[in-house]
């Protein structure tokens, strides 16, 4: 209540507030709707205001951002109503609309040169409702075998340290089909560990040993052969990450606004056949500007060396440019260095890339699972140690790209047009991929 008191003498006024305190509000209970397929703890374990405890609204506000982080809800509607004759209570009412968070795939075909092809993969985000992710792939032809299985526990503990592995085995026979100037055989495997440090960032520890068997054929460049009379055709691997990530996004898909920024760190350790290292930065940077659009803006960097008695960067792990993923308007993998001897791209150990997106709903279409973008890419890879960084070197494209959460997946389309195509250049205006993050 405020009181005035009146100087007419002097013209004035002193206004005394008086103030009654309330009675704190507590929460009762907390109650999750929707939520058919995901198990009420996956939800209440993001919750940020507990049963029993002190109302909050900014803890409110934190919960809600957390949950739409996850990724598996089209929308999230937390409600606070009034308990009956308890005017120092009240319910915590979430209501979610859940989204398709995986997709499964099975698929047959026949290719002349590698027969008879069968395959099944599986990715979920949310595993049987658990809040995990679990991914597999099965792939058998003539030519080509591959088996891979991932997993990871974001609350392996109770306090959100998350645990994940990962197993695969790679075959492929070059004898039975000219499908590369050269191929590799590799099986190998990886744990880490992640600790959070605050509310939005992590960071992350793991191990991993993978053995990579090197072949080559009648075709197999100059730069392969010269490779394996050095260093052979047989290389174990004991590979060692450290990485960093903040994100304080209002979602995970089709963000608005925040940032998610991410560093990584990876050494093939002493003991190891090759010694190098990979460093990589990822930063995306969202500005709101009217309903459920945003400006994006982004870059990519990545740089790797070696160290000891290896010469340089092995070739198998360079950085590639070009494709949906890098720089749209360029076919996959085909900028940078290129074989003097074939013309093909061979990669570089410096990766710079970057670019803006004007991110907008579609028209007319009254859906949260698909957005469109008009945007701007640049960049290149380059080869540090036997030419010069020249950024003159730098490829920019512009266009439209579509993006749609789907029921089998992440599916992103584009249409480029090369801003400054060099002789040489390999372009291709329209692309598409399936399952890349959104």
Known sequence: NAVPDVDEEFKTVKVKFYIDKGKRVYVRRIIFEGNEKTRDEVLRREMRIFEG????????????????????????????????????????????????????????GYGEGQGISFGASLKQDNFLGSGDRFGFEINTSKTNTVYSIDFND?????????????????????????????????WGGKISFGFPITEDEKVFLGLGYDWLKMKTGSSSPQRV?????EYGQE???????????????????????GTSMSLSLMAALPGSDLKYYKMSYKHKWYYPLFEKSALMLRGDLGYGHAYDDTDKLPFFENYYAGGVTTLRGYKVSTLGPLDPDDGDAIGGNLKILGGSELIFPVP???????????????????????????????????GMTLRWLSPVGGLVFSYAVPLNEKEGDKTKAFQFTMGTSL
Request: glycine residues 6%; without cysteine.
């Open 364 to 398: 007319f279409v009254e859906s949260d699972s698909v957005r469109l973008a008009a945007f701007l890419d640049a960049g290149n890879v380059f080869d540090t140690v036997d030419e010069s960084t020249d950024l003159g070197e730098f490829r920019y494209s512009a």
């Open 225 to 229: 052969l010269d490779f394996v009379d």
């Open 53 to 108: 405890g002190w109302y909050s609204a900014k803890k409110i506000r934190r919960s809600k951002l957390r949950l739409q982080r996850l990724g598996f809800f089209e929308e999230v509607e937390i409600q606070t109503p009034g308990v009956l004759n308890s005017p120092d209570q009240v319910d915590v009412v979430v209501r979610v609309a859940e989204r398709d968070s995986g997709a499964v795939n099975l698929f047959a």
């Open 154 to 186: 974001p609350y392996f503990t109770d306090d959100g340290v998350s645990r994940g592995f990962n197993l695969f085995f790679r075959q492929t026979d070059i004898d039975d089909a000219d499908i590369s100037n050269y191929a590799t055989d590799s």
């Open 235 to 257: 290389f174990t691997t004991i590979r060692a990450t450290a990485g960093w990530t903040r994100d304080t996004r209002n979602r995970r898909h089709f963000a608005t606004e």
